[in-house]
């Protein structure tokens, strides 16, 4: 589709009354929701906010996160959504790079840029709709070095949901819940669903997902979070699951069809604005189809993509840096393979190591460990080793008062014998990042010094 206007006015055109959100309770019609969103895009113009400002948005998910988004977008504003669990000593690195000029701080603090507040004032301020104007800066979970940021404009965002709904039909009177963070790009990836399709959207307070989910009929969940759901016995409207972050055994796609809920999964990357590949998941381990508007191929054994939803760079000191290579692709450091088809992707070529001439690829052994019940996460990393070159080692993340010690006997049978852990370790708290994903690097270098020191 292509809009004119900003998606929220083009809706309230065509179906004032309808209702559009959900915050906590309350329902918002598209006539109602655009009133709050120029309330507050007022407010923040008379701060001092203007087109083309870089502003920080430090927030959890709640409804005024939601409505402070769609109203600095209103502005022309540039938003870098920072996940308050972020450690101060990375955003005192991070943040001189963005070229912000505000920060609207909902949760945690922050001291070092020109201040926000969440007022609403009457006026009618909002940047012309200009879907290639520069919209977020979201940082990217990089297993080696600092986060960077990708930048999208709205056209991609909405070339994004496009090629998600293709697949994954919402409409009408379908509900998303958003159920992933916004300075996550897949909680973004649903906000701009939403957009696309003028459905509906239900934005709550935190609070169990048995609870948050009632009324919906969409969600963007992980398998766990839907196998305690189907185990519940929880009355849910649920119609259709997208999942990710794991492999996603059969026996729950068949579980969740008897309950009538159709479920999707793909592959996906935060320079892509989310979904890049995808499928209705069948219990294989690969990722699907490129999705229309994605060009994906591998290329000696690296996963190539280029997109309609791609950022238009990396943000750095107020200029973007090129994504693609010289071949105009962008080169995703993915190991994948073409089989019947369909991809498959095999983990990050930067994490493949050898153990005795015998290659490991970690995200392999993952995905075998992380099927035991106790076991949350799990991340496979090399030992320097002066015999065998590099050896295997377990970091977990388990169920309060799991018994490591049990773990080895586990894989027996599971894993090839030049696979198997040679040592068992639970995860530091210190090494979780605050919700950037964990660095791989961080944890060699732990592991390495802990058991070699």
């Known amino acids: 589709m292509n809009f004119t206007d900003w998606p929220w006015r083009h809706w309230r055109a065509q179906y004032a009354d309808k209702p559009a959100l959900r915050l906590n309770d309350d329902v918002l019609t598209w006539q109602q929701l655009c009133a709050r969103i120029d309330g507050l895009a007022a407010g923040f113009h008379r701060q001092g906010v203007q087109e083309g400002d870089g502003v920080m948005l430090l927030a959890h998910n709640h409804p005024q996160t939601l409505l402070a988004w769609l109203a600095l977008l209103q502005c022309g504003a540039r938003i870098l959504p920072v996940n308050p669990q972020l450690p101060r000593p990375l955003l005192d690195v991070l943040l001189p790079q963005m070229t912000l000029r505000h920060a609207l701080v909902l949760d945690g603090a922050f001291d070092g840029l020109a201040s926000l507040v969440l007022s609403e004032h009457s006026g009618n301020d909002a940047a012309s709709w200009q879907p290639e104007r520069l919209a977020s800066m979201t940082l990217t979970s990089g297993s080696t070095g600092l986060p960077k940021a990708a930048v999208h404009t709205c056209a991609a965002h ?10 994954m039909p919402y409409g009408g009177d379908d509900d998303w819940l958003l159920s992933l963070p916004l300075f996550h790009v897949s909680g973004q990836g649903i906000l701009w669903r939403w957009l696309l399709a003028g459905a509906r959207l239900t934005v709550r307070e935190k609070q169990p997902l048995e609870q948050a989910l009632q009324g919906c009929t969409h969600a963007s969940l992980v398998p766990t979070q839907l196998w305690r759901l189907l185990n519940s016995q929880q009355n849910v409207a649920l119609k259709a699951v997208l999942l990710g972050g794991a492999a996603i055994p059969v026996e729950l796609t068949e579980k969740a069809r008897e309950q009538g809920i159709w479920t999707f999964c793909g592959y996906g990357l935060t320079e892509f604005a989310s979904t890049v590949c995808a499928k ?85 052994l993952e995905r075998v460990i992380t099927t035991h019940p106790q076991i949350s996460q799990v991340f496979i990393v ?21 018994d490591i010690t049990l773990f080895p006997d586990w894989v027996q049978g599971k894993l090839a014998r030049f696979e198997q852990p040679v040592h068992w370790l639970a995860l530091p708290a210190e090494l979780k990042n605050g919700g950037i994903k964990i660095s791989r690097q961080a944890l060699k270098q732990w592991v390495n010094a802990l058991l070699r020191g």
């Open 158 to 167: 909405l070339a994004s949901a496009q090629g998600v709904l293709s697949l």
């Open 280 to 364: 209705e998941a069948d219990g294989e381990p690969d990722v699907g189809v490129a999705l229309p508007g994605r060009e994906v191929q591998v290329v000696d054994g690296e996963v190539w993509i280029k997109a309609q939803s791609m950022a238009a760079g990396y943000w750095r000191d107020g200029a973007l840096l090129p994504l693609t290579n010289d071949k105009g692709w962008f080169a995703t450091r993915d190991r994948g393979e073409w089989r019947n088809g369909r991809l498959s992707i095999l983990g990050r070529m930067d994490n493949l190591f050898f153990s005795g001439g015998e290659g490991i690829q970690p995200e392999a």
């Open 382 to 402: 090399p030992l320097d080793d002066a015999e065998f070159g590099q050896r295997p080692v377990a970091v977990v993340e388990c169920e309060p008062g799991t």
